[in-house]
């Protein structure tokens, strides 16, 4: 299996691969809104809806058997931990846009979720290869509490801008915000300008 080592990526936003104030933790963390949702494999779906040229319904084998990529990345969460060297594995959300043929229109993109989570990014900030939708963590199945069967990866951006349990990407034409932008957090979500509140 190849692994792609995209950790330099920093050098883009700072000097240093640890954002300011953050620290460094082995462990994974579990931070989420609320409790962690129930899914169906039979039955859960994945959509690609909005400012599209095809709209994309998908069953859970049918994104599996889509082009799939690992990484190595690190994790930043807005709570000031940053785990480095996460292998990721996925599918490019670049990968998903070509798909569905992305309107010229759009410029941004809301993530929603299982629980009723929404988070919102930039499209020209999706558009990286670093941006994936991942289901396996370091060579194992997402956990449950860490986003599984399905969770975005933004290792630009703050974790919560990566959506857990994600279900669904909607490409828009006007920016809007998600559930924690809402609720004062950054809509910019730079780790290295530690933009974590509004």
């Known amino acids: 299996m190849t692994v792609d080592d995209v950790t330099d990526l920093y050098r ?12 460094e933790t082995s462990k994974f963390p579990v931070l989420s809104k609320g409790d962690t949702p129930n899914w169906d494999p039979e039955t ?11 709209e994309l319904t998908l069953s859970y084998d049918e994104f599996r058997d889509l082009e799939t990529v690992t990484q190595r990345q690190d994790f930043h969460c807005v709570t000031g931990w940053s785990k480095l060297d996460c292998e990721f594995t996925g599918v490019p959300f670049t990968h ?11 410029v941004h993109v809301m993530f929603h979720a ?6 919102n990014l930039p499209l020209a900030d999706c558009m990286r290869d670093e941006v994936l939708f991942t289901w396996a963590f ?28 994600v279900d669904g990407v909607e490409f828009l034409t006007e920016p809007e915000r998600g559930y924690w932008e809402k ?10 300008a530690e933009d974590r509140y509004s």
């Open 114 to 119: 299982l629980d009723g989570y929404t988070t």
């Open 12 to 23: 883009e936003f700072g000097d240093d691969r640890v954002p300011p104030g953050q620290r």
């Open 44 to 54: 859960w779906e994945f959509t690609v809806t909005g400012a599209v040229e095809d």
């Open 138 to 165: 370091d060579g194992e199945d997402l956990a449950p509490e860490h986003g599984g069967p399905l969770r975005v990866v933004t290792p630009h951006r703050y974790a919560y801008k990566g959506a857990k349990w």
């Open 96 to 106: 998903l846009a070509d798909l569905a043929g992305v309107d010229p229109d759009a």
């Open 183 to 192: 609720r004062g957090y950054s809509n910019t979500a730079d780790p290295w």
